[in-house]
């Protein structure tokens, strides 16, 4: 069932956009802690609908853990970046998602493909960190606002091959020593010493950190 909400912006009077009231038919939302939240939801952040483009975890002192956010307004063409405590409560808007695989690039676009051959595109600004686990034939959600395909959702973990690393330390098993890796994207991930070049790993894509080698 869907509800709509008013979504109210206040500023200057030169920005006509920013100072008018928009109804919008929205999906129901449903409150998630900010650690939950992940790179391709939307969130309700100060009364606008905002994708969710990079989230960065970070662990503090005394357990004060943040969540840093890149946003992007789907009413406007502005974006912003908020830090909230990892367990800050947070309005997450449920919209229409459908399973796809992921096909090519047609720059600025990428372009998934659904089992019915149906082919949506997604702004190459949208797939946030989407692309650092991106290959030809992955399976992931493309998420819709209002009959527009918007972002994807990656699954919570991966496998992906070692493309570069330093030589694997012998006897090390201990996992508590990382060194940096890179994968086919070029995205970075700490991984233990005992990991070599051509292993296989999981890598969990909320966090971007390393699970196990497979």
């Not at 357990?63 to 997450?92: C, H, P, Q, W």
């Not at 998934?112 to 960190?129: F, P, R, S």
Request: proline share 4%; hydrophobic share 40%; aromatic share 8%.
């Amino acid at each position: 069932m869907r509800q709509a909400l008013v979504i109210e912006r206040h500023c200057s009077a030169t920005d006509a956009f920013a100072c008018r009231v928009e109804r919008l038919n929205l999906p129901q939302s449903a409150m998630k802690i900010a650690q939950e939240i992940r790179a391709g939801n939307v969130i309700m952040f100060d009364k606008n609908p905002m994708i969710v483009l990079k989230t960065e975890y970070a662990r503090g002192g005394r357990g004060a853990a943040t969540v840093r956010m890149k946003l992007k307004s789907l009413i406007g063409n502005f974006g912003t970046e908020n830090v909230f405590k990892a367990d800050d409560k947070i309005d997450n808007v449920i919209l229409d998602k459908k399973e796809c695989t992921y096909s090519y690039f047609a720059d600025p676009m990428y372009v998934c493909m659904d089992t019915e051959y149906n082919q949506y595109e997604v702004e190459a600004e949208n797939m946030g960190d989407a692309l650092n686990y991106l290959e030809d034939g992955m399976s992931l959600e493309v998420v819709f606002y209002d009959g527009k395909a918007i972002s994807v959702e990656l699954p919570t973990s991966v496998e992906r091959e070692i493309t570069w690393t330093e030589p694997a330390v012998k006897g090390d098993t201990s996992g508590k020593v990382m060194k940096p890796a890179k994968i086919a994207t070029g995205f970075e991930v700490p991984v233990p010493l005992f990991v070599s070049q051509g292993d296989k790993i999981e890598i969990d894509t909320r966090t971007g950190e390393y699970r196990k080698r497979v």
